[in-house]
């Protein structure tokens, strides 16, 4: 079994870029599993009936995927590229680009180290009233991810998260520990990174 770091790739109006991605551990070469997580992005942003495309702009776009291998201390060793050409759909104003989706990635465990988060890209201004995001866009991006994580999952492939440093009760770095569920919030989240590098202008 290999451990793999695969991520989604896009941008705004403009180019301002935006990613995602999880880590799998796969029987799947790096070639084969490039070509299947980028089969299981197309077809949740795609989906007729939950396509996440249905929630972005047409300006915003996935741009490619990538697949890396990792080694032992999760680093990445080998990548392998995938361009994509998809866009959103609706015509609707995006919100500010710092704005995000958050996915909750849980296990059976719950220990903060033993789950995590993906965070989607801002997505259009009507998918939220009163600072929460409405019902039919959550149960819209739940369906699109759990169909994306299952097909990675239909070969015996799963989903990780792992800790980065030691613990307290002296558990070592990079232990796995296998996702087995995703929730979404229906409260934005932030991610500024992805606007830090923008410089103000002041008048």
């Not at 880590?23 to 077809?43: D, E, F, R, Y």
């Not at 704005?99 to 801002?122: E, K």
């Not at 699109?144 to 070969?155: E, N, P, T």
């Not at 015996?156 to 800790?163: A, D, Q």
């Amino acid at each position: 079994m290999t451990d793999y770091k695969a991520e989604v790739h896009g941008a705004y109006a403009g180019g301002r870029p935006w990613s995602f991605g999880v880590h799998i551990t796969s029987t799947q070469p790096l070639s084969t599993l490039a070509t299947t997580w980028t089969a299981a992005v197309n077809g949740a942003w795609t989906d007729g009936t939950h396509g996440l495309q249905a929630i972005y702009h047409t300006d915003t776009v996935v741009a490619d995927t990538t697949v890396a291998t990792l080694n032992g201390t999760m680093h990445e060793t080998t990548k392998q590229l995938t361009p994509l050409s998809l866009a959103g759909t609706s015509s609707d104003t995006t919100l500010p680009w710092e704005v995000a989706l958050c996915v909750s990635l849980r296990s059976g465990l719950i220990q903060r180290h033993n789950r995590g988060r993906m965070f989607l890209p801002a997505f259009v201004e009507g998918a939220v009233t009163n600072n929460i995001i409405s019902s039919t866009t959550c149960t819209r991006v739940r369906d699109a991810i759990a169909a994306m994580f299952a097909a990675v999952r239909a070969d015996g492939s799963t989903i990780f998260v792992f800790n980065r440093k030691a613990l307290v009760d002296l558990t070592p770095p990079f232990q796995k520990t296998v996702i087995t569920s995703q929730l979404v919030s229906n409260k934005p989240a932030r991610q500024s990174r992805r606007t830090k590098s923008i410089i103000p202008t002041y008048v």
